[in-house]
């Protein structure tokens, strides 16, 4: 069992930033691959950010890609998102994910993953 906490969302303008953290408790941390996923209202939960489990390899959404960043701190057993240049569009509920199946980074579909936090809301007004 692996328990994430998502902590960091909040209401910023545009073209400001936010980093987002993910907490995680439970099985090795260091072992298991983590994403990012976010779903705003109405819309389908969609994938943001992928992140190996060494953090060597990493893949982003083509909506993100240049503006966000994953990485992970494998001591703090913690994993973030940096995100930069933010634009209204991407408002939404952020989600931390973990274990895709064989450790594959960049899984898109939400279903493909075991392990889920509560989320936390990111609001970017114009």
């Known amino acids: 069992q692996v328990q994430l906490v998502e902590s960091g969302g909040g209401l910023v303008q545009a073209g400001g930033s936010l980093r987002l953290s993910c907490a995680a408790s439970g099985r090795t941390f260091s072992s298991i691959a983590m994403a990012w996923f976010r779903q705003a209202p109405g819309k389908e939960r969609e994938f943001v950010a992928g992140?190996?489990?060494?953090?060597?390899?990493?893949y982003y959404a083509d909506s993100v890609k240049g503006r966000f960043t994953i990485s992970r701190d494998n001591a703090k057993n913690t994993v973030y998102l940096q995100m930069n240049s933010l634009k209204p569009e991407d408002t939404a509920v952020y989600y931390c994910?973990?274990?895709?199946?064989?450790?594959?980074?960049?899984?898109?579909?939400?279903?493909?993953?075991?392990?889920w936090g509560q989320g936390t809301q990111v609001t970017v007004s114009s």
């Open positions: 992140i190996s489990w060494s953090g060597g390899s990493t």
């Open positions: 994910a973990a274990d895709p199946p064989l450790g594959r980074v960049g899984v898109a579909s939400p279903h493909e993953y075991d392990y």
